[in-house]
């Protein structure tokens, strides 16, 4: 090629980032399968008897894997792992086989943990010991309980004594804590040197860490001593010494630390890394942002679930799975519902004298259970921020049932005034008004005392939560309306 055509040729245009990319991406490999599988079958039944159809049908599905590989490999491992998180266990499978082995070890670091066992069973050992054995030690860790035993001993035996030291160590931290979630690859320097000894280390290493925003001075006994930011390394002058510049007041982790403390210092703090330190002040790791984000991302989807009394489940998973996960939860459920109806019908001669009250008593169950949610919420949240303490939890109490006081008071006027509308009596609308403040309260009181309760006895506050507010709000929400009706209006 001249130089002239080079210098013609257009730039070539960087891979943009987009989840949106992938989403579009899924849905061509979702139609490329459909297309796939309706040729192969009407190249099977129109060859059937014919002796070439086995070479017709390979050479078909030769040409469809060849396409869907292509697809595949111009997408970053965090693309794929969504496009296999998103597709039926046959059809995941089918694409895992299209990725190419030196993607392996990121798709199975990035697929959720119900899709990366599937996948792992699906690679025979030769592929799985291939996949892992580049792995760091903490993202070794990370797969460890899911790969089988022999696989691990295996890649154990490539590994130097410090990297099967740090990897029996991340090993050994509980799942949820920050020892199981720190990376042990960071740049450490002494205090004693300049900085343009450091700019040289630093300029001999093949490329920096993963998310290095600050460098660790530490002395001979890896004690921490400070920390070293790179901004400030590149604005002063290299004669300084690192122990001038260093900044000696830092945020530091305990390996034993709960991973969502962690997040919560990085929230507040806006930290890039963080380092972690044993109970002797040695530095032992550090933790990222990128880690942080995703325990972020997994409390976020663990308390959405536990809400509703879920764990988390393959969206494709076998029906005998989902019933183990989803019908616990909805027997208690059924249960609640059937103590509401019980409370009900102890008021059956007051309904059939008065039988507006069957239509209005299922909006005092429903604001109330409303009303608490929103409570619940917030306490949830806050439990989570770890805002909540035996000091101030009192004050939120009071503070929580007076703004819904307030709130129903609001809103009872105008149930009040549907009630008064629809039946054109002033005690059911009065009767209306008082039932819907004391639901409403009922709500708030449970909305705070069962994520608070749950909490106390080291439980998930968000687990099952709302099937608890549901049966409290509807139980005493009919209890509640019907008894003052009995009360005042017969």
Known sequence: ??????????????????????????????????????????????????????????????QHEAELKTLVDGLHPADIAFILESLPKDERQAIW?????????????????WVRESLIEAMDRQDLVAATESMDADELADLAPDLP??????????????????LLEAMGYPEDSVGAIMDFEMVRVREDVTL??????????????????????????????????????????????????????????????????????????????????????????????????DVMREDSQEQALSRAGLQEEDIFAPVTTALRNRAPWLLFNLCTAATASFVASQ????????????????????????????????????????????RNLWQLVKRELFVTLLVGLCGSVVAALFAWVISRSVSIALVMMAAMICNMLVGASVGVLVPMVRARFGKDPAMGSSVLLTFATDSLGFFIFLGLATIFLL
């Open 196 to 293: 343009e000894v450091v700019l040289r280390y630093l300029r001999r290493l093949h490329e920096l860490p993963d998310h290095t925003d600050q460098i660790f001075v530490v002395d001979r006994q890896d004690k921490l001593q400070g920390i070293l930011p790179l901004s400030r390394l590149l604005v002063s002058e290299p004669e300084t010494e690192v122990r001038a510049v260093m900044n000696s007041d830092f945020l530091t982790l305990n390996p034993l630390d709960s991973d969502a403390d962690a997040a919560g210092a990085f929230e507040r703090y806006d930290l890039v890394s963080a380092p972690v330190m044993d109970d002797q002040g040695r530095l032992i790791g550090r933790v990222t942002i990128a880690d942080v984000v």
């Open 1 to 62: 090629m001249t130089q002239s055509a080079a210098a013609q040729k257009p730039p070539a245009t960087p891979r943009r980032l987009d989840p949106e990319d992938a989403q579009t991406a899924l849905a061509e490999v979702q139609e490329r399968l459909r297309r796939q599988h309706l040729v192969e079958e009407l190249v099977h039944r129109q060859e059937e008897g014919d002796a070439k159809a086995p070479l017709v049908e390979d050479l078909v599905h030769r």
């Open 347 to 390: 008021f059956e001669g007051t309904v059939s004298q008065i039988v507006i009250l069957a239509f209005l008593m299922s909006i005092v169950a429903g604001i109330g259970g409303n009303s608490g949610n929103q409570t619940m919420t917030l306490i949830i949240r806050a439990l989570a921020m770890g805002r909540i303490t035996g």
């Open 97 to 113: 086989k299209l990725v190419s082995p030196e993607h392996d070890a990121d798709v199975l670091l990035e697929v959720e943990d």
């Open 149 to 166: 035993p022999d696989v691990v001993a295996e890649v154990q035996k490539g590994l130097t004594e410090e990297e099967r030291a740090q």
